[in-house]
């Protein structure tokens, strides 16, 4: 599985406060431990979504930076089939009419091949989008931008 790592500019308690507050922001589980806990962390992959679970381990660097160590132990995830739908929807006629050239009648469909193709990437290729455990950290490492409303992440 993916190990990775990241070093924040936190003692090792304000991290793991941090990692709380940062996965109840996004309705993670974090289920801390001895030396770090165990995140379940809804993530998206293009057109699949479901769940990784998570083991970090938090390492004091000194007394105000702390390196957290991640690996994702496990990962259920399940496809968008309304997304592969409207794909496949898409899909038929671009394949029928790269047969027009070898039976003329079918030169009639390459505007609606056209126009399905487009509506399928404007409706599902264009949204899709990727957040997942790496996403997460970066974003916890990231230091909040105050506004007059108070700290945005």
Do not use: C, K
Request: glycine content about 6%; aromatic content about 8%.
């Amino acid at each position: 599985m993916n190990r990775d790592q990241l070093e924040l500019e936190l003692a090792p308690t304000a991290a793991a406060t941090a990692l709380a507050e940062a996965a109840a922001d996004v309705d993670a589980r974090w289920e801390p431990g001895a030396r770090g806990g165990r995140l379940t962390l809804p993530v998206v992959y293009g057109l699949r979504h479901g769940v990784a679970v998570v083991d970090v381990e938090l390492e004091r660097l000194s007394a105000t930076r702390t390196r957290l160590v991640w690996q994702e132990a496990e990962s259920r995830l399940q496809v968008h089939r309304s997304a592969v739908a409207i794909l496949s929807f898409a899909v038929v006629p671009l394949v029928v009419t790269v047969a027009w050239p070898f039976y003329l009648p079918l030169f009639a469909l390459v505007p609606f091949a056209a126009v399905t193709g487009l509506v399928a990437w404007w409706l599902v290729v264009s949204r899709l989008r990727s957040s997942g455990p790496r996403e997460f950290f970066e974003a916890l490492a990231t230091p909040p931008v105050e506004s007059s409303e108070g700290p945005i992440r």
